[in-house]
């Protein structure tokens, strides 16, 4: 099976020896994004639903290069620093996924890259 790899301009370049995504067959396998805007070249702070917000355009950003959108996510990962902001993080990330959201696991860490609050990655289908 063929390999491509996928990159948005739009989406942060990675901060390490990995890609945005990998598309395999009609699988694609997006990299943890994190709340950085690749426009400014900021983090954005403040709130964990403005951080939330970045981390999804930029996942959104992937998925559209790859000719997808959210309704092909499958399984999605969050890994967030603090359990306490869970609600309001999945008031965020519910608001991408209207209907049939995918699966997904929500694990709190020590620290993420960046010492960032949030970040998500996923898998898309393209059916």
């Keep these: 099976m063929a390999t491509n790899l996928i990159e948005s301009k739009h989406a942060p370049a990675p901060i390490g020896p990995y890609s945005q995504a990998v598309l395999a067959g009609n699988t694609l396998y997006v990299s943890g994004q994190i709340p950085l805007d690749q426009a400014t070249g900021q983090l954005v702070q403040g709130d964990i639903q ?3 917000h970045q981390v999804m355009k930029n996942l959104q950003y992937i998925l559209q290069e790859a000719g997808m959108d959210f309704s092909h996510v499958v399984k999605c990962s969050i890994f967030v620093k603090d359990l306490g902001n869970f609600a309001a993080i999945n008031e965020t990330y ?6 049939n959201p995918p699966a997904r696991e929500t694990v709190e860490v020590s620290r993420l890259p960046k010492d960032v609050n949030v970040e998500i990655s996923c898998i898309a289908v393209k059916f």
Aim: avoid cysteine; proline fraction near 0%.
């Design 50 to 52: 403005s951080e939330t």
């Design 94 to 99: 519910g608001s991408y996924f209207t209907s």
